[in-house]
């Protein structure tokens, strides 16, 4: 299957603007979708298609793409805004339909 | 609002069948706009996309090929439900899974909801 790489982990300061990339060559054709995920519980989808919030996603998240990177950013991110973040979007390889990233622990300071 | 309530062992003996299922409310098996994933994850594997059932005027299957040939899903329209079996499994396939709802909007796609996960160890 086709890979999505993120950056392991990423730190931001309280309050401050933090974005965490996804790249891999399903996203030149496929949107990413975003998912938030804490300690012990099932992900949580933040971010889908262009750039649309499921509702009680607060306004602060938001995503973007261009060629083969998808990105999220969190502006203003919060201290309840530290989680796992994983991308996702359809596989192109033919051996699955989806294909997960490998998650960005991020770290509110 | 979509809730998705798994049942099911938490404790699988090796070479024996992993059985998962997955009730819905919010929402219909036999919806017309949504499919049914599995999902596991694992600290080795990551998130990993098993497959998928769903109907649209019948019923449709698709499988990861990492569990291709091992898995079976299945649907209960009267109970509102899927189920997941899993054959033959070996350690390799203790991992939390996520039963999940699949939304389509080309070139969109994404799981809305998800269930509370289960976390299924294989172990003698």
């Known amino acids: 299957s086709s890979e999505l790489t993120q950056d392991p982990a990423v730190s931001v300061a309280l309050g401050q603007i933090v974005r965490i990339t996804c790249q891999g060559d399903s996203l030149r054709s496929n949107y990413a979708s975003w998912y938030q995920q804490k300690p012990g519980q099932a992900p949580l989808l933040v971010i889908y298609g262009e750039n649309n919030r499921p509702s009680g996603i607060p306004d602060r998240f938001s995503g973007s793409s261009s060629g083969n990177t998808a990105s999220l950013t969190i502006t203003g991110a919060q201290a309840e805004d530290e989680a796992d973040y994983y991308c996702?979007?359809?596989?192109?390889?033919?051996?699955?339909?989806?294909?997960f990233g490998t998650g960005t622990k991020v770290t509110v300071l | 609002q979509v809730q998705l309530q798994q049942s099911g062992p938490g404790l699988v003996k090796p070479s024996q069948t992993l059985s998962l299922t997955c009730a819905i409310s919010g929402d219909s098996v036999s919806s017309n706009s949504a499919a049914w994933n599995w999902i596991r994850q694992s600290p080795s594997r990551g998130l990993e996309w098993l497959g998928r059932?769903?109907?649209?005027?019948?019923?449709?299957?698709n499988y990861g090929v990492s569990v291709s040939g091992r898995v079976t899903f299945n649907s209960d329209t009267s109970k509102n439900q899927i189920s997941l079996q899993l054959d033959s499994v070996t350690p390799e396939d203790t991992a939390v899974y996520y039963c999940a709802r699949g939304i389509t909007a080309r070139p969109a796609y994404y799981f809305d909801s998800w269930g509370q996960g289960t976390l299924v160890t294989v172990s003698s």
């Open positions: 996702n979007s359809r596989d192109n390889s033919g051996n699955v339909l989806y294909v």
């Open positions: 059932t769903y109907y649209r005027s019948k019923w449709y299957n």
